[in-house]
């Protein structure tokens, strides 16, 4: 037990004879401070951290498509948390730490919220959180949520970022304003100021194309045609015909799409009616995550998932990582597990999360949004990454990027 401490207070170079040392030793130990933080430094080698995290999960949401290839995987989310919890038990073993995920599913709104709750009680550990609207209003409806962590994962809504926004709800999922604003600062910078918008008619479409509307007022373009697509039947066969017809208008330089369920969009590439680039949702996309970054060592995290899973990780893989993420960084720090404390770590100017992006990433504190840059991919390679340059803000400029403080209009001050 004394040898390590004799090693660091001997000075280098310098011998100390064993009984003199000892002798060194015995007197430090009588000194009533120095006792009392050995026994605490021993204790907080010796105790164990256990760290109870959820991933709660509504299932039965998504859409089916026609192909495989574009279903979204029974694993979707969880995926990227369950990885993210290895990766914390590595480094945590070293301290004493131990992550433990639990998954809360059900296809039901009103079941999952029970699940929560039943969780809660037994619990006082942060929630991964991968359901709609409905679903998290009822979560943050229960008593004591608010004096909870939860991490929204998947939810772009803008409202919850704008003026909704609550104490103890942070968001690793970008927003769709986030998304438009990233597309539209590429655009402007490629100077592709005319856009033609096509959207379909769901929740999700429709505030994707919102957030491209609101893009091209903030950056000065102009929108000259909007369309809904309204197919209901299959064109693999007659797209050719349908979507140059569709898409005939005034002239414009970019096509930008808004089908957040894959639908639609696929068919736009090469089949507009001036032949010109498609954007959005397929073509050239705006993402929080994309199998084609490589970059400050990405290439690491994208072999040790598919190795995990055998497919690439995407954009709730990747945000549902960040968030354990997170959460392990705040335990890092604070060596706590009391969801308060992490929550007050995570909101203050000390949290900063390396994410492979080239940043250190940090929350907002007006909205608990992550502010993060967003790659702009197409379907093989990584094209850029938003920030542009030259787009610039006072504090960062990953401000630039979504809602910004003075447009928003709630608080995430705890009443």
């Not at 957040?260 to 996309?285: C, D, E, I, S």
């Amino acid at each position: 037990m004394f040898a390590p401490l004799i090693t660091i207070m001997a000075t280098p170079g310098l011998a100390i004879p064993l009984k003199a040392a000892s002798r060194y030793v015995m007197r430090l130990l009588a000194m009533p401070c120095l006792l009392s933080l050995l026994v605490s430094v021993t204790q907080s080698f010796a105790d164990d951290l256990p760290v109870n995290i959820a991933y709660v999960k509504q299932t039965g949401l998504t859409s089916s498509a026609s192909l495989a290839l574009f279903k979204t995987p029974a694993n979707n989310g969880f995926a990227g948390a369950l990885l993210g919890t290895d990766d914390s038990n590595t480094t945590g073993r070293f301290l004493k730490h131990h992550y433990a995920l639990t998954v809360l599913e059900d296809a039901s709104g009103d079941a999952l919220t029970g699940k929560v709750q039943a969780w809660l009680t037994a619990n006082n550990g942060p929630l991964i959180l991968d359901v709609p609207d409905s679903t998290l209003q009822a979560i943050l409806a229960l008593p004591g949520a608010d004096a909870g962590l939860m991490l929204n994962a998947t939810n772009k809504s803008d409202s919850w970022r704008l003026n909704q926004c609550r104490a103890g709800l942070l968001h690793t999922s970008p927003s769709y304003a986030m998304l438009g604003d990233a597309l539209g600062q590429f655009l402007m910078a490629k100077r592709w100021r005319e856009w033609f918008l096509v959207s379909g008619s769901g929740e999700g479409d429709k505030a994707m194309a919102q957030a491209f509307e609101r893009a091209s007022k903030r950056f000065g373009t102009k929108i000259t045609g909007r369309k809904t697509w309204t197919f209901d039947t299959d064109l693999r066969r007659t797209s050719q015909l349908e979507v140059p017809a569709m898409t005939q208008g005034e002239d414009y330089d970019v096509v930008l799409v808004a089908d957040t369920q894959n639908l639609f969009g696929f068919y736009l590439p090469y089949n507009t009616w001036l032949p010109r680039p498609v954007a959005g949702t397929h073509g050239l996309k705006a993402a929080s995550w994309h199998r084609s970054i490589e970059q400050w060592g990405a290439i690491q995290l994208q072999n040790r998932f598919f190795e995990a899973n055998q497919r690439p990780m995407n954009d709730d893989d990747f945000n549902a990582w960040l968030a354990v993420r997170a959460v392990a960084e705040a335990v890092t720090r604070t060596k706590s597990n009391n969801s308060a404390t992490l929550y007050q770590y995570l909101m203050s100017d000390k949290f900063e999360l390396a994410a492979f992006k080239g940043r250190k990433l940090t929350f907002r504190q007006w909205n608990g949004q992550l502010r993060q840059p967003i790659p702009l991919v197409q379907p093989e390679s990584l094209v850029s990454q938003s920030p542009q340059e030259g787009f610039l803000h006072p504090v960062t400029d990953l401000d630039t990027l979504g809602y910004d403080k003075p447009e928003v209009r709630c608080s995430m001050v705890k009443e």
